[in-house]
């Protein structure tokens, strides 16, 4: 059963002038290739890494330092053996040690576990019967990193051991490919999945706890682990009317985008006698024009302050999350970036948004000193 609105108070929609809070310009642009890029990502997962960020795109990947001046340092690449693999997807992450690891996914189902330690692949993941569309890492617990797959399920792993510890799919599960999904950041119990079935569903961990502990521990075959099923999510919400192809966590609130031009925050307000049913509440709107294809994914700095979203013209509009009503703070706009920009990344304090496109190229934008 979906959640049903609350009536209620009316969502509150930001105006498109920008309030001029901050002024970014364009300090580089790299062509990384011919091949679109679908992901472009920082690493929050390490304080001595903050500024490298990864993009992925046909069967590359690549690692990157922002420095000073605008400059971008290429660190490290990795492609793929099959050459016919087109990653969509990659997440930071580590082991138990603090190595950093990057963990990619895409069109062939196959997850690669990156060690850019030692620049080889540390192990691959196999099980999702379909490409991997996301891959997002546990904040609190950086080697849990979960999946959203065309095969209409979520799946927990465990990139210290290899396990597959839980599968988000069944009798409550997603009815058609799970396009985002995101760890919330305090409950470490709780995730969220969107997806091609235009519904947002909020799943719980909390009674298969065990087991994502026995996974740190686990000696014999990844494969003998006893994977369990979560079959029904705690709320399923139909926020949208159309593909839902992101969604975060901002608190217990949650933002979501599907094709329709706007970033929606929304409460869920959950029942505790019925799982799975509860009403929605609204809360505010965020509207990105020319935003109307899917996989197009918005990125938020680490304190969640500002989102920044491309759009299918090359434009970035950078929101302001946290006031009533929305401000937006930057519109980025150049003569040259006209491609649809699949993914933004911003920076830990929100200085800097890279954005990859459609045309394998990668933009940096610097916010100027004096705003």
């Not at 062939?108 to 997002?136: A, P, T």
């Not at 946290?322 to 003569?335: C, F, G, M, N």
């Not at 649809?340 to 190229?361: H, N, V, Y």
Request: hydrophobic share 40%; glycine share 8%.
């Amino acid at each position: 059963m979906a959640a049903k609105f609350a009536l209620g108070s009316e969502p509150v929609a930001g105006s498109l002038a920008p309030s001029k809070k901050r002024e970014y310009r364009v300090t580089n642009r790299l062509q990384e290739g011919k091949r679109p890029l679908y992901a472009i990502v920082f690493n929050f997962i390490d304080s001595r890494y903050f500024n490298v960020f990864a993009t992925v795109g046909g069967n590359r990947v690549t690692v990157y330092q922002c420095l000073e001046g605008g400059v971008i340092a290429v660190l490290q690449s990795y492609i793929d053996e099959d050459k016919d693999e087109s990653f969509y997807t990659a997440s930071w992450a580590c082991n138990v040690d603090g190595n950093p690891f990057l963990v990619a996914g895409g069109i062939n189902g196959i997850m690669r576990v990156i060690d850019c330690g030692s620049e080889k692949i540390d192990k691959s993941f196999v099980g999702h019967g379909d490409s991997v569309n996301e891959i997002r890492t546990q904040p609190l617990k950086s080697s849990l990193v979960v999946s959203a797959s065309k095969d209409e399920s979520v799946r927990l792993w465990n990139v210290h051991t290899g396990i597959c510890i839980l599968i988000f799919a069944g009798a409550g599960g997603h009815r058609n490919e799970v396009l985002s999904v995101d760890f919330h950041p305090s409950d470490i119990y709780r995730i969220a999945s969107c997806g091609m079935d235009n519904t947002v569903k909020i799943w719980s961990m909390k009674e298969f706890w065990t087991y994502v502990e026995k996974s740190f521990t686990w000696t014999d075959l990844p494969s003998k682990f006893p994977t369990k099923y979560v079959q029904f999510p705690v709320f399923i919400a139909s926020i949208h009317t159309n593909y839902v192809d992101c969604n975060r966590w901002l608190g217990d609130f949650l933002l979501s985008k599907s094709v329709d031009n706007e970033i929606v925050l929304w409460e869920p307000k959950m029942k505790e006698q019925s799982p799975g049913e509860g009403t929605v509440d609204i809360l505010q709107k965020y509207p990105v024009p020319e935003c109307d294809i899917w996989f197009i994914k918005f990125s938020c700095d680490f304190h969640y302050n500002a989102a920044a979203i491309g759009n299918r013209e090359g434009k970035i509009f950078v929101w302001e999350l946290q006031s009533s009503p929305p401000v937006l703070i930057a519109k980025l706009i150049h003569p040259q970036s006209k491609s649809p920009i699949r993914q933004t990344a911003t920076s830990f304090d929100g200085s800097t948004i890279l954005s990859c496109c459609e045309d394998g190229t990668i933009w940096r934008w610097d916010a100027m000193e004096n705003s």
